[in-house]
């Protein structure tokens, strides 16, 4: 209640202003000893939990633009991003009004890929908007054919266009209205992770109708500007040092989009892990599992999250640099997590799985014998965790890297119920689950289907094979069309145009169509108690009612199943 109270009087305050311009935006000065409670439960929130592959379907689903049903495209800024192809997506830029067209080469990598495409369109002065100018960029962007994001005036929220929230929403809404004419552009908003801390993310929001997507920048520093020395108050509140994992930087983002009941798809427009400061390299201890977690554990925790653009590259003037060329560790992390099939690796394309909490999975399918598990394991102030794995009380595997992948050999278990613990640092977490055949499934015990028996089929004693097993359907066999009556000695033809089965021997006739109750013999219907049915890509039909058609006795041996037939 009391941040729906501090949001109306905001909305007030924001209204009365832009109703007076001639008053500067002032912002309310925060409760600092709140705002700092806040982000240290935020920080110090232990995460434990035991993942799997869970099907593409289970993921949140938002209908966006563009949004895919699940999984998260992998970009980067597309000069960089050579070593590390195929991309889903190519991360590139707009400098203001000062461009018509994309920045070469990322243009012609554009043109000629086949990946989607997030543009950050930098806007440094709201007084400045040339709508002639964007309307021709956009004209020439939308003319590439590709599916492109416009991320217009991001990063308001620790920037001069964020001094006044009323002037940037309606420049976002008047932009994002001409963005919506184009089929092949959509409109992202996307603010700082954690920004100025007096700028709220409420100030900047311009309503769902003028948002396809959400995102943020999010980018995990050693240091708070560049400073060695940084507070402890500082690290807790732009969560960095200790506290810079991605996981923590976008908590205050997804409180805010939780609160105010937004639905999007997310995407980190840009972000990385500082491999390096103007001050040197940051140690590979610091940096590999914070990249690691940036990899892997945004899209564990968070499968909303359908986007990821690596910011492969350094500006000059910053303190903190997050490329990859030059640290082959960081290079084999990220090759790691976008080979693993998490990712969307191009703009038609899907990922294998969605993270989902083992309890959510569904039935979980062996390979080769094995279910591939992963523990999402944030412990504060711990990065050097090692999990350990035991089934049924016993030590079966310990991983001490995140994503603490444990390749599971369910072969030798038998069927029924048992138990997986994990454990790490003190903390544990215990989970039943249930072992059926070749598959397992976590949770509530899975309710008993039982197998369909193999039904058979003989004739003259001998066993006949079917590219499409024989079912049962009220109480009568269904089998291909084609193999029963060749069998039987009929040519067989097929009328597409009239869905219609024709089978031929000697002078006689028959035709089956399918869904009909009946059939024809040299022209008289007889009834059938089943209809012909489409199954698997093949036409079954009434093994007893076409047999005895052309002839053949038919009788059916319940003890084995088998429909036995005799010409």
């Not at 993921?59 to 800024?77: D, H, S, T, W």
């Not at 899209?299 to 000059?316: E, G, L, S, W």
């Not at 035709?511 to 108690?529: C, F, H």
């Amino acid at each position: 209640m009391k941040n729906k109270i501090i949001a109306a009087m905001l909305l007030l305050s924001m209204t009365f202003i832009y109703a007076a311009p001639a008053f500067a935006f002032t912002f309310p000065e925060p409760d600092w000893g709140a705002l700092l409670r806040q982000r240290e439960n935020m920080v110090k929130q232990t995460d434990f939990e035991l993942y799997a592959e869970g099907d593409v379907q289970s993921a949140p689903f938002y209908g966006a633009k563009f949004e895919p049903r699940g999984g998260a495209y992998l970009g980067m800024v597309a000069e960089t991003s050579e070593e590390f192809a195929p991309m889903g997506c190519y991360l590139t830029y707009i400098d203001n009004m000062n461009q018509d067209d994309l920045y070469y080469p990322a243009n012609q990598m554009i043109e000629n890929g086949n990946s989607v495409v997030m543009v950050g369109w930098t806007i440094s002065n709201l007084d400045s908007i040339d709508y002639g100018q964007v309307r021709r960029v956009l004209e020439r962007i939308n003319g590439y054919g590709k599916q492109i994001f416009v991320r217009f005036a991001n990063e308001m929220n620790e920037s001069s266009i964020g001094s006044d929230p009323n002037k940037y929403v309606d420049v976002f809404r008047r932009v994002a209205d001409m963005i919506h004419e184009y089929p092949n552009l959509a409109v992202v908003w996307s603010p700082m992770d954690i920004g100025s801390l007096d700028r709220p993310f409420e100030y900047f929001y311009p309503g769902d109708s003028y948002v396809d997507w959400v995102g943020i920048s999010c980018y995990s520093m050693m240091y708070f500007l560049g400073n060695p020395n940084t507070t402890y108050k500082d690290s807790v509140y732009f969560m960095t040092g200790d506290y810079a994992w991605a996981t923590n930087k976008v908590k205050p983002f997804m409180e805010f989009l939780k609160n105010n009941n937004i639905n999007k798809p997310i995407m980190i427009s840009e972000g990385g892990v500082a491999t390096n400061t103007d001050r040197g390299p940051t140690p590979s201890n610091w940096t590999a599992p914070r990249l690691r977690s940036f990899m892997w554990n945004l899209v564990m925790k968070y499968p909303q999250i359908k986007m990821i653009n690596y910011f492969n590259t350094h500006r000059a003037n910053e303190t903190s640099r997050y490329d990859l060329a030059d640290y082959p560790y960081a290079k084999e992390i990220y090759k790691e997590a976008a080979n693993s099939g998490a990712y969307i690796r191009s703009a038609d394309g899907s990922s294998d799985f969605v993270f989902q909490p083992a309890n959510n999975a569904g039935t979980l399918a062996a390979k080769n014998g094995f279910v591939k598990l992963y523990t999402l394991a944030y412990m504060p102030n711990q990065p050097d965790i090692t999990v350990n794995y035991y089934i049924d009380g016993a030590w079966k595997h310990s991983s001490n890297q995140i994503p603490y992948i444990y390749n599971f050999n369910i072969s030798a278990l038998t069927d029924g119920a048992h138990t997986l613990k994990i454990s790490a640092s003190g903390s544990e977490k215990s989970y039943t689950f249930y072992k059926r055949g070749a598959a397992i499934q976590f949770g509530a015990e899975p309710a008993y289907v039982p197998a369909a028996p193999t039904i058979n089929v003989t004739l003259n004693g001998r066993n006949l094979t079917f590219d499409q097993p024989p079912v049962m359907e009220s109480d009568r066999v269904l089998v291909p069309m084609r193999r029963i009556f060749e069998a039987l000695g009929a040519d067989v033809y097929w009328d597409d145009a009239a869905q219609t089965a024709i089978a031929e021997k000697g002078s006689k006739t028959i035709m089956i169509k399918i869904n009909a109750s009946y059939m024809t013999i040299d022209g008289d219907r007889e009834a059938l108690d089943v209809p012909a049915r489409l199954i698997g890509d093949r036409t079954m039909v009434p093994a007893r009612a076409v047999s005895e058609a052309l002839g053949c006795d038919v009788s059916w041996n319940d003890a084995t199943q088998t429909v036995i037939i005799t010409d």
